[in-house]
């Protein structure tokens, strides 16, 4: 049975810096991929930056050149380093594998499995 736990999450002023943790129980890493999703209040879930052994990271466009996903196998752990932050980052961050999201919500429990969330808070 795969688990994820979040944590990391906290409030910090425009151009701060956040780490995220999620550790993955019961992960195959060679043939799984990580992802980071959030939701903010009114909007629609989106997939943030994903991370799998094989292939290159992903990144939605918005925070290309700020955010960092990386894992460390041998701690179970995948990270998202988020700099420069802005207040539009502030939402509540999912860590999630085999992952899908149905009606722009997030988690989508049926689709996956996700993290329990943290929220991120960026005050401008």
């Known amino acids: 049975t795969v688990k994820l736990v979040e944590s990391g999450g906290g409030s910090v002023q425009a151009g701060g810096s956040l780490r995220l943790s999620c550790v993955a129980y019961?992960?195959?890493?060679?043939?799984?991929?990580i992802d980071w999703f959030r939701q903010a209040p009114g909007k629609m879930c989106e997939r943030v930056a994903g991370?799998?052994?094989?292939?290159?990271?992903y990144y939605v466009e918005s925070v290309k050149g700020r955010f960092t996903i990386s894992h460390d196998s041998a701690a179970n752990t995948v990270y998202l380093h988020m700099n420069a932050l802005k207040s539009e980052d502030t939402a509540t961050y999912y860590c999630?594998?085999?992952?899908?999201?149905?009606?722009?919500?997030?988690?989508?429990?049926?689709?996956?499995?996700w993290g329990q969330g943290t929220l991120v808070t960026v005050s401008s």
């Open positions: 999630a594998t085999a992952a899908a999201v149905l009606g722009g919500q997030c988690p989508s429990l049926d689709f996956g499995t």
């Open positions: 019961g992960i195959t890493w060679d043939e799984s991929e």
């Open positions: 991370i799998n052994v094989n292939g290159p990271s």
